[in-house]
């Protein structure tokens, strides 16, 4: 028997839409940003991940998790390890690297710049 995903998604006029994938195929994340489709709004103390960057510590480009991390957040706060396992891979062999991560929490935008296998505890 296959198995569905169902996503319920409501945008910021209140309009709600189903979205129904199979199983094995994929979701088009980019449909669900702040821009577009969005989870029911939470208030002011939601976490949301605006971007997330693991990168070498040199500052060069790295790979986006900003949908990753954001898919981490438990109960509005994200407590992770950044290292290349959370990661999903390394943009950098050989090299150390440093996660950047900008977010929003109780109607407030912050950042910060974490070293490899170091802690993230937000909020």
Same mark, same amino acid.
């Given at each position: 028997?296959? &198995? ?12 709600? @839409? ?27 103390? @939601? ?13 060069? &480009? ?22 290349? &396992? ?10 150390? &690297? ?26």
């Amino acid at each position: 028997m296959a &198995k569905t995903l169902r996503i319920i998604a409501r945008d910021r006029n209140g309009r709600v @839409q189903t979205f129904t994938y199979r199983e094995g195929g994929t979701v088009p994340s980019q449909m669900f940003t702040a821009t577009n489709w969005t989870n029911p709004p939470q208030g002011n103390s @939601q976490l949301r991940i605006v971007q997330a960057e693991w990168r070498p510590a040199d500052g060069t &480009k790295g790979r986006n998790v900003t949908s990753r991390l954001q898919g981490m957040v438990r109960n509005n706060r994200l407590d992770i390890t950044a290292d290349n &396992k959370t990661m999903a891979g390394d943009p950098a062999p050989g090299q150390p &690297k440093q996660l950047y991560l900008a977010y929003q929490s109780r109607g407030r935008s912050n950042s910060v710049t974490v070293g490899e296998n170091g802690r993230v505890n937000i909020p």
